[in-house]
C-alpha cells in the first residue's frame, strides 16, 4: 500500500488484514479474486482498497469502479462508509449509487458523466446495459466488485447478473472481478460464477478466522410446545434478554410470524424499551427508518425477517435471536454474524425452537455451526426465461448476431452447457413468441435488419422491458393506507379478498381495521379489539436443508447424541424407543395405527415440507388405487401424517421408486402448482409485464393474463421454451423432486414398518398439525387443547402430569 494509506490505518489505530493485503496484490497482478472471510473482517474495504489506490495514484474521469450488491439498502450503505476513507484522505473521487429508488434525472446524468464508483444491484446492471450507450459507459471500467456472492448464485438474479458480466467482459475486457462472500458451501462453484466458464482461474481468498461465535439454545420455563412455528411460549424469555442486552436483532421465518412476535412484545414492554419491525412487505420509507435508527444506535431490539439477513455494518448488535429452527446451517451463521459485527469478538446467538422436532433441529445446527460444516445445493444450471430478458434486454442495446450472442452467453458460467437448439429456440420464442403465440402481434418483439442482425421490432417493446426488467416477481400485493394519511406496506392480494369491511388484522406493528378498497388500495383504521386475522405471505416457509435434514437423522438414531438435549425431549424419545423405535439414519420408519375410526399412517422422512406435500399427493394418489381410501394428509419438515379407511401394510410397494412415473405427471399437470410456477416464468420472460406505461396491472389481471396463455401453451405446443422451464422450476423450487427420488432411492429395502395398537410418542406433534389444517375459527384453541390432552393421555400414560398441563398450557401455544 502507498504511504498515504498505511497512514491511514495507522491513524485509524488498524493494522490491515493479511487478505485484505493479498486481495490488493492479487488485482493488482490483473487477477480476478474471491474472498471469503467472516463477517467483520473487512471484506468490503478489501474490495474497494485496490479501486482506491489506483484512483488515488492516476486520478481519472470515468466510470472506474462497479459494485453490485443484492439489496439496495447494502449499496447505500456501502455508499455511505466509503465517505469516511475518501473524506479523511482528500481523494477525487466521486461515489454515487444507483438503484430502483434513484430519482430519474440523477439516473440520467449518471449516464451523461458517470461516477468513478457506483454501487448498484443486479436489475440496475441489466437496466444500464440495454441503453445504446452501454459501451461509452462500461468501456473504461476497471474493477467489478460483488458483494454477498453466494446469496446471488444458484438464483435467477444471479443467472441474470452472470449475463450481465459475459456482456461487460465483452464491452471491457480487462475489468478485473472481485467476489465477497462471508460463507461459501461450494467454494469452486462461485469461483467459477465469479470469473466465467473456461475463463483464467480466480485467485482464492481465505480470511483468517475469527473467534467461534457462542450460540446457546434457550430453555424456558414455559412447557416446549408439541407443535406450531411461532415460539409465542418463549416470549417472557425472550424479552428478558433483549432487556439485558444492548442491541438485539429477532429473526424470525415467516412475516406473519414477525407481526405477531413485535405485537406480543410491545405488549409486555413495561420498560418502554424502542423496539421496531422490520420485513420486506412494510413501506420503504419505515424500513429507512429502522435501519437508520439501527445505525445510530437508537433502538434496543428489531424483529426482522430475511430482509435483515444480509451484511448492513452494525457494529452495535450484542445479540441474534432466532425463533424457529433456523433450516439451514449456513443461513444461521448469515444470522448469526449480524451480532458484533467485529473480527475480533465472537458473535452471540440464542435459538429458540418453537416445538419439540425444531429442538431436534436446533441442536442439529449448533453442531453444525461448531463444525463449520455449510449446507446448500450447488447452483443449478441457468433458466431459460432469465435468457429470454437478457437476450430482449441485448437488443435494446444494439442489434445483435445470434452467433456472436450465443459465444457470449456461453462463457456465462450458468450457461456454460447451454444447447445451440436451446439458445435458438429462446431467440425464436422472443421473436415471434413461438407456434402458439406467432398469430399476435405483441409477442413478436425482434426482427432482422439488413445485415440479418436481431433487432427490436419497436420502440414500445423497448419501454415496457425497461419497465419490468429483472426477476423479482412481485406478489400479488395491494397497498395499505392508514385513512387518507400515510402507507404502510402491502399485504397480499389473497389475504385481502377474504376480508369484509370491519375485519381486523395484524399488519406494520398494528392491529388495523378494514374499511373498503379504493382503486388498487386497501383502507383501514386502527382497530380496537376484535380477534385478529394476520397476513399470511407466500413462500415465507424456508425449507429445510439436505445437510441438516441428515444431522437430525442421525441424532435420533443414538440416543448417545441426546446428552444435550432439555429432559422433556430425552423423555419423549425414550418413550418412543420403548412403545416403538427411533428412525434409522439411513432407512425410513413407517408407523400405522388406528384412532376413532380412521388409520393413520406417519413417516419419519425428515426431507422437508416441500419434499413432503409431493410425496403425500403421490401416496395417496397410489393409496387410492390401492383400495386404502385415503382421506388426507399433513406435511411438516421433519413427517409425513396421512389418514384414511383401511391400513396400508406393503411398505416397499407403497414407497417404490415409480412413484415418480405416471402419477408424477398427470398430478402436475391437474394441480394449480404449475399454473404459479408459469406466471412468474412468463413475467420474467417478459411475456406478462407487471408494469405498462400510465398503469400497473393487479393480481387478478395477471392471473388471468398468464392462465390464458398457459392454457393455449399446453394445448398447442407443449414443448414450449416456457412450459419447459415452468416444469424445470417446478420441480426444483416447488416440489422438491430431487430430494423425493434420492430418498425413494436410499430408503429402498431399508423400510421398517412398526403397526401400533394406537399412536405413537413421536407421531403425537403431526397428529396435531392434523387438527390445525381441519380446525378453523374461534374454538380451534379449546378443541386443540382437548385433543392434545387426550393424544398425550393415548401416547405417554407415563407423563401424566405432562398431559394433565397440557390444557393449561394450550392457551399459550401458537397456532
Known amino acids: 500500500m502507498p504511504p498515504l494509506f498505511t497512514g491511514w490505518f495507522r491513524q485509524r489505530g488498524w493494522q490491515p488484514h493479511a487478505h485484505q493485503l493479498e486481495v490488493l496484490e492479487a488485482v493488482q497482478a490483473g487477477h480476478d479474486v474471491l474472498l471469503t472471510a467472516p463477517t467483520g473482517g473487512g471484506k468490503t474495504l478489501s474490495g474497494f482498497l485496490p479501486s482506491l489506490i489506483e484512483l488515488a495514484e492516476r486520478p481519472r474521469e470515468g466510470l472506474h469502479t462497479l459494485y453490485i450488491s443484492p439489496l439496495k439498502a447494502l449499496a447505500v450503505d456501502i455508499h455511505r462508509n466509503l465517505e469516511t476513507p475518501i473524506a479523511e484522505m482528500r481523494l477525487s473521487i466521486r461515489h454515487e449509487t444507483r438503484t430502483g429508488d434513484t430519482p430519474h434525472a440523477k439516473r440520467e446524468r449518471q449516464r451523461r458523466r458517470p461516477p468513478n464508483l457506483l454501487m448498484t444491484t443486479p436489475e440496475s446492471l441489466a437496466l444500464l446495459l440495454s441503453y445504446n450507450d452501454a459501451g461509452r459507459l462500461f468501456r473504461p471500467l476497471r474493477t467489478i466488485v460483488i458483494d454477498e456472492i453466494h446469496s446471488v448464485v444458484g438464483t435467477k438474479r444471479g443467472d441474470l447478473l452472470s449475463l450481465g458480466l459475459a456482456r461487460l467482459r465483452r464491452l471491457s475486457p480487462h475489468s478485473r472481478r472481485i467476489g465477497l462472500s462471508a460463507t461459501a458451501a461450494h467454494p469452486d462453484a462461485l469461483a467459477e460464477w465469479l470469473g466465467g466458464f473456461d475463463a483464467a482461474p480466480v485467485h482464492r481468498v481465505i480470511g483468517r478466522p475469527g473467534p467461534a461465535p457462542k450460540v446457546e439454545i434457550l430453555q424456558p420455563e414455559a412447557r416446549i ?220 418483439r425482434l426482427k432482422r435488419d439488413d445485415a440479418g442482425r436481431w433487432k427490436v421490432s419497436g420502440p414500445q417493446v423497448t419501454r415496457l422491458y425497461r419497465m419490468n426488467v429483472g426477476t423479482i416477481v412481485e406478489m400479488m400485493t395491494l397497498k395499505v393506507q392508514l385513512g387518507r394519511g400515510r402507507m404502510l406496506g402491502e399485504v397480499e392480494e389473497y389475504f385481502v379478498n377474504a376480508l369484509t369491511p370491519g375485519d381486523t388484522f395484524i399488519f406494520a406493528g398494528r392491529l388495523l381495521r378494514f374499511e373498503r378498497m379504493r382503486d388498487n388500495t386497501v383502507v383501514v383504521s386502527l382497530g380496537d379489539g376484535g380477534e385478529p386475522k394476520v397476513p399470511a405471505y407466500a413462500g415465507g416457509k424456508l425449507p429445510l436443508t439436505t445437510h441438516l435434514a441428515d444431522r437430525v437423522r442421525a441424532m435420533l ?259
Not at 412413484?659 to 391437474?670: A, P, Q, S
Open 225 to 444: 410446545p408439541w407443535s406450531g412455528h411461532m415460539g409465542m411460549h418463549a416470549l417472557p424469555e425472550i424479552y428478558d434478554r433483549i432487556r439485558r442486552a444492548g442491541t438485539t436483532i429477532v429473526f424470525v421465518n415467516t412475516r406473519a410470524q414477525a407481526e405477531l412476535v413485535f405485537q406480543a412484545l410491545w405488549r409486555m414492554n413495561e420498560d418502554d424499551l424502542p423496539i421496531a419491525l422490520h420485513h420486506g412487505s412494510l413501506a420503504v420509507e419505515q424500513r429507512r427508518k429502522v435501519e437508520a435508527a439501527m445505525a445510530a444506535g437508537k433502538l434496543r431490539a428489531v424483529v426482522a425477517t430475511s430482509s435483515l439477513d444480509l451484511g448492513i455494518d452494525w457494529g452495535a448488535v450484542d445479540l441474534v435471536m432466532q425463533i424457529g429452527a433456523p433450516k439451514g446451517v449456513s443461513r444461521l451463521l448469515q444470522r448469526i454474524g449480524r451480532a458484533n459485527h467485529r473480527f475480533d469478538q465472537a458473535s452471540e446467538a440464542v435459538l429458540v425452537p418453537a416445538n419439540r422436532f425444531e429442538v431436534l433441529e436446533c441442536r442439529a445446527a449448533v453442531d453444525g455451526v461448531r463444525e463449520m460444516t455449510l449446507d446448500g445445493d450447488p447452483p443449478p444450471p441457468g433458466g431459460l426465461d432469465v435468457l429470454a430478458q437478457h437476450v430482449l434486454g441485448m437488443a435494446c442495446s444494439a442489434p445483435f448476431d445470434a452467433d456472436d450472442l450465443f459465444e457470449e452467453v456461453c462463457t456465462a458460467a450458468p450457461y456454460a452447457r447451454l444447447a445451440r437448439s436451446d439458445f435458438d429456440a429462446v431467440v425464436d420464442f422472443v421473436a415471434t413468441g413461438g407456434y402458439a403465440l406467432g398469430s399476435y402481434d405483441r409477442f413478436k
Open 557 to 815: 438414531a443414538e440416543p448417545k447424541n441426546w446428552r444435550n438435549l432439555p429432559p422433556p425431549v430425552t423423555e419423549w424419545l425414550s418413550l418412543q424407543r420403548w412403545r416403538s423405535v427411533l428412525p434409522k439414519k439411513g432407512g425410513l420408519l413407517v408407523e400405522t395405527f388406528p384412532r376413532g375410526n380412521k388409520v393413520y399412517l406417519v413417516a419419519y422422512c425428515f426431507e422437508g415440507r416441500n419434499a413432503h406435500q409431493t410425496l403425500g399427493m403421490l401416496l395417496t394418489k397410489r393409496m387410492e388405487r390401492m383400495g386404502l381410501h385415503p382421506l388426507g394428509f399433513v406435511a411438516t419438515d421433519y413427517v409425513l401424517g396421512i389418514w384414511g379407511l383401511e391400513r396400508a401394510t406393503d411398505m416397499d410397494a407403497l414407497f417404490d421408486e415409480d412413484l415418480l412415473g405416471d402419477d408424477l405427471e398427470e398430478w402436475m399437470d391437474e394441480s394449480s402448482m404449475l399454473r404459479r410456477a408459469f406466471r412468474k416464468v412468463a413475467t420474467i420472460a417478459g411475456v406478462i409485464e407487471q408494469r405498462h406505461p400510465g398503469l400497473e396491472k393487479s393480481g387478478r389481471q395477471m392471473v388471468f393474463s398468464a392462465d390464458l396463455i398457459y392454457d393455449v401453451l399446453r394445448r398447442h405446443e407443449p414443448d414450449h421454451i416456457l412450459l419447459r422451464a415452468t416444469r424445470r422450476d417446478a420441480a426444483r423450487e416447488l416440489i422438491d423432486i430431487g430430494r423425493v427420488g434420492a430418498m425413494l432411492r436410499r430408503i429402498k429395502g431399508k423400510i421398517v414398518h412398526k403397526s401400533l395398537d394406537q399412536v405413537s410418542p413421536l407421531a403425537v406433534p403431526v397428529l396435531l398439525e392434523i387438527g390445525r389444517e381441519q380446525v378453523k375459527g374461534g374454538a380451534i384453541d379449546a378443541l386443540l387443547a382437548e385433543a392434545e390432552e387426550d393424544l398425550l393421555e393415548e401416547a405417554m400414560p407415563e407423563l401424566s402430569d405432562d398431559a394433565s398441563a397440557a390444557k393449561a398450557s394450550q392457551s399459550r401455544l401458537p397456532l
